[in-house]
């Protein structure tokens, strides 16, 4: 359970961070993408955390050579509320979304991986307009969304599963 103080840190961070986005796609009107991690609990800055988001923004930089996609700026930042990166892209917002879903549905890490793609007018493609299934929980083959309101998992469970996914790709402390 997260404690009133870290809630209210982590809402000032989302409007912080969506602030970021509007500022950002005010100066590059390109396709944005706002990279965070999905965590349990309270503690959503640790050691851990920051390698598990350097293995993420790793994979999406190569997703990005790969399809000889332009960077047009990048930024990372590592707050109380967990590690931040943004990337502008000159390209489709909704083909970039494609290639996110790709890497958070295929990497070893992914389900750990928030990957929001924007267009240059702010919109956010969500998974569902484009016809894609929703993300699958840390755990268990359900929809996320589900366990997570049902609190189907333990926060000990949920932590002991990002630690294990971890340690399998070998993110190492």
């Known amino acids: 359970m997260i ?7 982590i809402l000032k961070s989302r409007e912080d961070r969506a602030n970021k986005q509007v500022e950002l796609l005010k100066e590059y ?13 309270e503690i959503k800055d640790n050691e851990l955390y920051r390698r598990i988001h350097k293995e993420g923004i790793k994979a999406i930089l190569e ?10 700026f990048s930024d990372e930042t ?20 494609r290639l996110m879903v790709n890497i958070e549905d295929e990497h070893q890490l992914g389900r750990i ?14 998974r569902s307009e484009m016809g894609l299934s929703s993300r699958k929980c840390l755990i268990c083959d359900e929809d996320a969304r589900i ?13 002991r599963k990002v630690e294990e996914m971890a340690s399998s790709k070998k993110v190492e402390l």
Do not use: W
Not at 3 to 9: A, G, H
Not at 85 to 97: E, F, P, Q, R, S
Not at 113 to 126: A, G, P, R
């Open 29 to 41: 009107p390109y396709s944005l993408i706002s990279f965070t991690l999905n965590t349990p609990g």
């Open 147 to 159: 366990c997570m309101r049902n609190r189907t998992h333990s926060y000990e469970e949920l932590i």
């Open 63 to 72: 997703t990005l050579k790969m399809h000889n996609l332009k960077i047009i």
């Open 78 to 97: 590592s707050k109380i509320t967990g590690p931040e990166c943004y990337i502008i892209v000159d390209t489709n917002a909704h083909d970039l979304k």
């Open 113 to 126: 991986f928030d990957i929001d793609v924007f267009d240059k007018n702010h919109e956010q493609i969500s």
């Open 3 to 9: 404690n009133e103080k870290m809630f209210l840190e």
